[in-house]
Every structure is written in structure tokens, then in C-alpha cells.
């Protein structure tokens, strides 16, 4: 049988840095449609109703 070694943890410095986890899909996407919204100057109500929705079944990420 094999001898197991143990290594002491790498220092500090030796760590690999932890990035920020990804961002969300959905509040990718809604950020997208809220300035497409915003840019053709339409109210969330005007969208939805454009949509056939309700604006209370609307995204709440792209609420504003």
C-alpha cells in the first residue's frame, strides 16, 4: 500500500482569488428590455399591453 502525504495549505498569496459569481440571465435580459423600453420612451403599461399581458404577470426585473 502507498503512504498518503499531506501538504500544508498554500499560503495566503498562493490562493487563487475568487471572482464574483455570474451575473443572472434574468436580470441580464431585463435590464436589456427595461433600456430598449426606456429608449423608445414607453411605459411598462404600453409594453405589456403591446404584448397582450397584464403588467402585473410583467417581469418584476423590469418593473421602473
Avoid at 502525504?5 to 451575473?23: N, V
Avoid at 440571465?25 to 420612451?41: F, K, N
Amino acid at each position: 500500500m502507498a503512504d498518503l502525504l499531506s501538504f500544508p495549505p498554500a499560503p495566503r498569496s498562493d490562493r487563487p482569488k475568487r471572482h464574483d459569481p455570474e451575473p443572472l440571465w434574468r436580470h441580464l435580459l431585463g435590464d436589456q428590455l427595461r433600456r430598449r423600453r426606456h429608449d423608445r420612451e414607453e411605459t411598462l403599461t404600453a409594453t405589456a399591453e403591446k404584448a397582450g399581458v397584464s403588467p402585473s404577470t410583467s417581469p418584476r426585473s423590469n418593473a421602473g
